[in-house]
């Protein structure tokens, strides 16, 4: 069943957190704390990201995904290191929730960490440090690419901020587990009905929860659009305002926070028959701690009525089971 309801996914200001006081931060954190226990879902406006850097991104995204498939396939991933072309009917996101449905009607180029504070990093853990692969066209392609994730990560890092407060912590503390994220972009590309019809059951996203900590979207509307599943087993189409940002909280945040704050299930529907021309790209940033951050309740998310419901996991454990149930083909 899909809903209307337009109250489901809260529209939040981000302005008191940059330009306000103690006080309007504090007022902030604690609606956002409210809002996340009840939706994991957030609309956000005054971001700071500047809308130039998402235009740009999406205009080379489609100059790169409008290329002949053999010259994309040269970008296939390499091992197990999840950057490059990952074309049609390879992925389906509802296996990673235990859903079995056909592969997600998009093709994606995915990449990951643009800048590490420690190189190191990179021998240490290869696949979660990977170098990523760029095509030599459209040249636009890396340097607006990197640049949306260094502008993701730069929110980021100040949702984490915010997030720490509405929890009760230090103010570094989120952020002092993520000073070497393993961030993934993600620049998705649905296709249009006009290219296949879709299957009984088939997505452009299958049903699923995000596995990181927060994920960043900057969408385009359309009719096969975003929608999240609420509380009364609803589907609620994610409103779309101008200039604003789709944030969520992901399962790495939800156990951090002992189920405190929710990872909402959400889905994005197929191209439909009546709007047949229609193709969208949406610019993500997954964003995820440290590789070797341990993924434990926090002290202020457990109380004796409230037991720590999870036990601690490394980042990079928790995530190499989601990618492997991510692939459905080679």
């Given at each position: 069943m899909t809903s209307s309801d337009e109250n489901f996914i809260p529209l939040i200001d981000l302005a008191?957190?940059?330009d306000g006081d103690d006080s309007a931060r504090a007022e902030l954190a604690a609606t956002v704390d409210a809002q996340l226990q009840r939706c994991g879902f957030l609309v956000v406006v005054n971001h700071g990201i500047?809308?130039?850097?998402?235009?740009?991104?999406r205009a080379a995204c489609t100059d790169f995904f409008h290329q002949p498939e053999a010259e994309k396939a040269k970008l296939t991933p390499?091992?197990?290191a999840y950057r490059g072309w990952i074309g049609g009917g390879k992925e389906s996101n509802a296996a990673t929730y235990g859903v079995d449905t056909p592969p997600d009607l998009k093709e994606t180029f995915a990449y990951g960490t643009v800048d590490v504070r420690d190189e190191s990093l990179r021998a240490e853990h290869p696949t979660w440090y990977a170098p990523n692969q760029w095509p030599s066209a459209p040249s636009t392609l890396q340097p607006a690419a990197e640049l949306f994730w260094r502008e993701a990560l730069r929110l980021a890092d100040e949702l984490l901020q915010l997030f720490a407060l509405a929890l009760g912590l230090e103010q570094d503390h989120l952020l002092d587990h993520c000073r070497n994220t393993t961030a993934t972009g993600t620049l998705n590309w649905y296709w249009p009905f006009t290219r296949e019809d879709p299957a009984e059951g088939q997505y452009r996203i299958g049903p699923h929860t995000d596995f990181g900590t927060l994920t960043i979207l900057d969408r385009q509307p359309g009719v096969g659009g975003l929608q999240v599943l609420n509380d009364d087993g609803n589907w609620v189409d994610a409103p779309c305002v101008d200039g604003s940002l789709i944030i969520n909280?992901?399962?790495m945040l939800r156990q951090w926070t002992n189920d405190?704050?929710?990872s909402n299930e959400h889905r994005v529907l197929p191209p439909m028959a009546g709007a047949p021309n229609e193709e969208l790209i949406?610019?993500?940033?997954f964003h995820e701690p440290d590789a070797d951050a341990v993924i434990e309740p926090f002290e202020t998310c457990v109380s004796t009525e409230n037991p720590a419901r999870y036990e601690p996991i490394a980042a990079m454990d928790y995530l190499a089971e989601k990618f492997a149930a991510l692939t459905v083909g080679s």
């Open positions: 008191p957190w940059f500047d809308p130039l850097v998402l235009a740009e991104a390499i091992n197990d909280t992901g399962d405190r704050w929710c949406s610019l993500i940033f």
